[in-house]
């Protein structure tokens, strides 16, 4: 069986995983969309997420859907919504691993999603749940998100950041947590940096 490069950085100490944010990162910006029909790649995705694939590591991706709060979508489309990005992935040579997404907002008006929480972006809850459930090492980790929220996320977490410098941030509210390792003007851009870093690791480590 292959091994995966980031678990041989140390022995049996956790791997590492790139989180992935969906809208405006992975995906073209359509708000609140969990229509297939309407899900398209964004600039560059493609062959980003192929550039990762060939690293081994986990692709996780952690998602705010405050629709469901809001009443605009149920879980069930958002079920399917999973599913066809499952094989956008494959499609593109890649693997999704697993996807974690947050249904809360504090002015939602469906219980129970309407409510402040843990695992909404800028928080880090997703990205720990996901290391609890995956065994993954958050130093180990990049995220790579199209807003200061997203790297907010990740810092919190203890991960690594790239921030896609390309035009979805438009308030950008400073903060210590808020400064990414790297700004990429798209997704393969951001991914080959990350897999640059990753592979360099590797090989320090072998």
Same mark, same amino acid.
């Given at each position: ?32 969309? !969990? ?7 964004? =600039? &560059?995705?493609?062959? #980003? +997420?192929?550039?990762? %694939? $060939? *690293?081994? !590591? ?7 859907? =405050? &629709?469901?709060?809001? #009443? +605009?979508?149920?879980? %069930? $489309? *958002? ?128």
């Amino acid at each position: 069986m292959a091994m995966n490069p980031a678990a041989e950085d140390a022995g049996c100490e956790p791997a590492g995983a790139v989180f992935l944010d969906k809208d405006g990162t992975l995906l073209e910006d359509v708000p609140y969309n !969990v229509d297939p029909a309407r899900m398209r790649f964004a =600039p &560059g995705v493609p062959s #980003g +997420l192929r550039r990762l %694939a $060939a *690293l081994g !590591v986990p692709l996780v991706v952690v998602s705010n859907q =405050p &629709g469901l709060a809001l #009443g +605009l979508f149920e879980e %069930a $489309a *958002l079920q399917a919504m999973q599913s066809h990005l499952r094989r956008m992935f494959a499609d593109a040579g890649a693997a999704l691993t697993a996807f974690y997404y947050c249904p809360h907002h504090p002015d939602g008006t469906v219980a129970p999603f309407a409510c402040a929480c843990r695992c909404r972006k800028p928080d880090s809850g997703m990205l720990e749940r996901a290391a609890r459930e995956h065994g993954l090492s958050l130093a180990r980790s990049w995220l790579i998100g199209d807003i200061l929220d997203d790297v907010e996320a990740g810092r919190r977490a203890g991960c690594r950041t790239v921030l896609l410098d390309n035009g979805n941030e438009t308030q950008w509210r400073p903060g210590a947590l808020r400064v990414p390792q790297h700004m990429a003007a798209d997704f393969d851009e951001a991914a080959s940096y990350v897999a640059q870093w990753m592979a360099a690791r590797s090989r320090s480590h072998a």
